[in-house]
């Protein structure tokens, strides 16, 4: 049932109800059958620069090398705590081997460490560090260290929709008390950092699948596999090739057994995955009430549709702005003889983003183009981890939405390569036009 393709008018209700009155893109984009499928359409016209979409993901996540420079909501991704907790946290991470630092490092950044360990214990202020506030840090509500938050809104909203279920434990709060560690759940998330974190975000998509489903089933009365229907909705629309097949074959790999051992390697790494996911103690009730959701035809084609569909999740940081406003300053300064030392030991860390992988349900529809008239482009006030789409070029209604899934200034061979991993070789016109030149410039070298 989960995995039948939906109906022309299941797809056309369920893209209806995701642009009701008062939601991202209502009034601006529609979802309808174009010459590739299914498409984003302007429901209106835009002016060149004018934003067409900003949506929030259906369910994202930070990616996991980027947590010790990124501290970041583990809801709606915004940066938290204060621009010394951001930048003590990146400095004494390097120095404690989870940044690759060493004694070298120490040695050679005592001032900045120094520093960063006055802002940890002491509460030492940065000298202008007041004009970039940010939200205070709300601890994980189920007791773990692993994420933190904005606000309780977030806390509360990403809690009841998979936190409790994939929540490691183990987080001493601010009254000495140890949340109760959970090591099956810890077992399931080193695996996934070990292999491939896209598994986290898998996980996250059944898990918000079946706690939506039991909502519904207390709200409606509605049997399991209604509530089930009604809960996989949101992702039975999208296209989920299965992850293993879908992947595009690396260069170093030859065709034939090679291959097939990569694939199958691959279709392990998953059923080990969704093994430690499903034998979690809290997934039990789960598991029992909805064992198909919890089945790796599943999994794996979900694990394929982020791989195939997914937006990157990008956020500026704030430590970034805050450097670049103490460069403004005299360099012989007070102030500079501070943050000098800070920006120096960062070295390139000091401007990294968040940086993280979502689902969109509206964006998702967007097919590929490398001459689009779309493009995502964020300004200093976006804050979160809600995608922006911005029109490159006047729009017509009624035109389909295109984006490149790619580097788009990229040669048409390279484009073509990375575009394999979405399980297509581009025929846009400009890989056709830049393909024939490629072809003419050939013939005219042999005939030299």
Known sequence: MLLAPPSEADEIAHYASVLAPGAPGHGDVTVKRVKHGKGLVAARAFREGERVLVEPPLVGMQHERNRADAIVCGGCFRFVGSIEHQIARRLLESTSGGGGGGEENVELNASALATA????????????????????????????????????????????????????????????????????????????????????????????????????????????????????????VAHKPVWWDAVARPEDVAVGDEETAFRESMREI?????????????????????????????????????????????????????????????????????????????????????????????????????????????????????????????????????????????DVRARRAELMDYGFECGCARCEREAAGLGQARRGSKMK
């Open 117 to 236: 360990r006055g802002m940890t214990r002491d509460g030492l202020k940065l000298p202008g560090s007041d004009a970039f506030p940010l939200p205070e840090i709300q601890a994980c509500l189920t007791g773990c260290s692993r994420e933190v938050y904005c606000g309780f809104e977030c806390a509360l909203t990403s809690m009841q929709s998979h936190e409790m279920f994939l929540c490691v434990g183990g987080h001493c709060a601010d009254d000495g008390e140890i949340a109760e560690d959970r090591p099956d759940a810890r077992a399931f998330v080193e695996h996934a950092r070990e292999t491939n974190d896209i598994f986290i975000l898998a996980a996250k998509a059944l898990v918000k699948v079946a706690a939506d489903a039991g909502k519904l089933e207390g709200l409606s009365g509605d049997g399991e596999s209604d509530a089930l229907a009604a809960a996989w909705a949101p992702f039975r």
């Open 270 to 410: 998953a059923t080990e995955s969704l093994r430690l996911l499903r034998a979690s103690s809290t997934f039990l009730r789960f598991v029992k009430a909805y064992p198909g959701l919890f089945h790796i035809d599943v999994y794996s084609r979900i694990i394929g549709m982020f791989e195939t569909n997914n937006l990157e999740i990008a956020v500026a940081s704030p430590v970034e702005d805050y450097f670049l406003a103490m460069d403004e300053l005299p360099p012989e300064g007070p102030e500079r003889a501070i943050t000098d030392p800070l920006l120096d030991a960062l070295d390139t860390k000091y401007c990294v983003p968040c940086e993280g992988t979502g689902f969109f349900a509206l964006q998702s529809c967007m097919n590929n183009d490398c001459d689009p008239n779309v493009t995502p482009l964020k300004d200093d006030g976006d804050v979160d981890g809600k995608c922006v789409l911005v029109a490159k070029r006047a729009i017509a209604a009624g035109e389909e939405l295109t984006m490149c899934y790619v580097d788009e200034g990229m």
